[in-house]
């Protein structure tokens, strides 16, 4: 009868065994699964914030666009400030003359544009509204 018990626990310990390895190899398979699984995600998210298209050059055209369109309602206000004092609606003479005299070019003035001294925008003269 000792025999027959001993020899069912070593059975036992034998099938635990084997069920004990195959888990292990389980739990591996499931791990390179996962850590796969890991890297394509971190690839995709790394993408979609550096990428051509990807959140972070987005945040900065959307920034530069935002310093452009500040410069071109800084003289709009100006030339709405002309026109309270004068009463005249200024000419493209005086829309220059603003931007001079308050610094908002660098350089000369085109004919047709100029460039801002903040950043370095190209900014035509018809964007801006308020003058004829």
Avoid at 9 to 29: D, P
Avoid at 38 to 44: E, F, H, K, Q
Avoid at 75 to 95: C, Q, R, V
């Amino acid at each position: 009868m000792k025999s027959l018990k001993n020899n069912i626990k070593k059975f036992n310990a034998k099938k635990s065994t084997k069920q004990i390895k195959s888990q292990k190899g389980i739990t591996l398979i499931a791990l390179i699964v996962t850590i796969i699984v890991l890297i394509i995600l971190a690839g995709i998210s790394i993408t979609t914030l550096t990428g051509e298209k990807g959140i972070i050059n987005q945040a900065r055209d959307n920034s530069e666009n935002v310093q452009r369109e500040s410069i071109i309602e800084k003289i709009e206000a100006d030339l709405l400030e002309e026109k309270t004092k004068t009463g005249n609606t200024p000419s493209k003479d005086k829309l220059k003359e603003i931007i001079q005299e308050n610094g908002y070019n660098e350089g000369t003035l085109g004919e047709d544009s100029f460039v801002t001294k903040d950043g370095g925008y190209n900014i035509n003269y018809d964007e801006i509204i308020g003058w004829e």
